[in-house]
């Protein structure tokens, strides 16, 4: 899963976990480079600077969801991001084929 969160206050915060009806468990992952491999490492938290955003991309850090229900595109998923200091936040997403653009924030 790929977002961007913006954090609008003056006070730093970090997602620390994200929880969805649509799949077993949701793992905040690294994709880590050495040399020409690449490899993924799970993520304690995100930070999420005050006054800037954190990212979840396709090229960095990203979101993964283990045993979703079945999906296709066009289709939404709910996910619950939780955060260090900020309540929680309730967001859906779309649901992109393989081959498709990512959609623009």
């Known amino acids: 899963v790929y977002l961007r969160i913006h954090d609008g206050g003056g006070t730093a915060d970090a997602l620390e976990s994200v929880t969805t009806p ?11 480079r050495q040399g020409a491999a690449e490899s993924m490492q799970a993520l304690a938290d995100l930070p999420v600077p005050a006054h800037g955003q954190a990212v979840l991309s396709v090229d960095g850090d990203h979101l993964m ?6 999906l296709r ?3 939404r998923i709910t996910l619950v991001l939780h955060f260090a200091v900020a309540a929680p936040l ?3 997403v779309p649901v992109i084929g393989l081959l498709d653009p990512a959609p623009q924030p």
């Open 22 to 32: 649509d799949a077993a468990s949701a793992q905040l992952h690294a994709e880590v």
């Open 73 to 75: 595109a066009g289709d």
């Open 65 to 70: 969801l283990t045993d979703p229900r079945p």
């Open 90 to 92: 309730t967001v859906t």
